[in-house]
């Protein structure tokens, strides 16, 4: 089946960088996406990634290695409002456009 | 307003009862999807829609019923409503041919007691 894996909980100080993984098992997909969810909000996009590499949206990078099944979000100069959960997922080209989701991350970050 | 809404936001209902949960999006976006989330779980899909009159099961279908006469309006139905079915309900549309990007209503926090 298509499944994707992330971590459940990443820690991070203020300031620092952290990267939030993915790995997925689907094969034959348009693009890795990534969602923000703040405790409460809904689910708000992020970035997304049609070819393999890294792509800069300000404070946030997102990278895709297809060869790998294997891709990654990027969050530098943490704020204590980016405080949420990160979600990454993919639309298989078999699926009709349905997003495949992760299970979500939720990243702490501390002063 | 432009964008996707969902009412109600807030709703307890009684087991056995049937609710309907609302979803309007203005951009003429020709995909709607309706997911569910519950506490420490991701998004799982209930059914989806790619075009007015043409729906398709999701993940979790089971109790639940869609409609989409209009492109813009895409309600959700619980036909029978159970505890198990007390959760997050999110909304989402986008546009094919785009980047993919979905866009969400605010959720319907449903309460079945």
């Known amino acids: 089946g298509q499944s994707l894996e992330q971590p459940s909980e990443v820690t991070a100080v203020e300031g620092a960088i952290v990267q939030i993984n993915c790995t997925y098992q689907?094969?034959?997909?348009?693009?890795l996406s990534w969602y923000q969810q703040h405790d409460g909000g809904a689910p708000t996009f992020l970035s997304y990634?049609?070819l393999d590499g890294l792509e800069e949206t300000g404070r946030f990078s997102s990278f895709l290695s297809r060869s790998d099944s294997y891709g990654y979000l990027l969050l530098q100069e943490l704020q204590m409002k980016d405080s949420a959960s990160y979600f990454c997922a993919v639309t298989p080209q078999d699926s009709n456009y349905q997003l495949i989701w992760g299970a979500g991350t939720k990243l702490i970050i501390k002063p | 307003d432009a964008g996707i809404t969902q009412s109600p936001r807030y709703k307890i209902t009684e087991t056995g009862r049937q609710v309907t949960l609302m979803c309007h999006q203005t951009?003429?976006?020709?995909?709607m999807f309706w997911y569910r989330q519950d506490l420490g779980h991701g998004l799982r899909l209930i059914y989806y829609?790619?075009?007015?009159?043409?729906?398709d099961k999701g993940e979790v279908p089971d109790g639940y019923v869609v409609s989409r006469s209009k492109t813009e309006n895409f309600p959700l139905t619980l036909e029978s409503a159970t505890r198990s079915q007390t959760s997050v309900y999110f909304c989402a549309s986008f546009h094919r041919g785009a980047n993919t990007e979905a866009f969400f209503g605010q959720g319907t926090r449903l309460t079945v007691v």
């Open positions: 951009w003429s976006h020709s995909y």
């Open positions: 829609s790619a075009a007015a009159d043409i729906t």
């Open positions: 689907t094969s034959g997909f348009y693009g």
């Open positions: 990634n049609a």
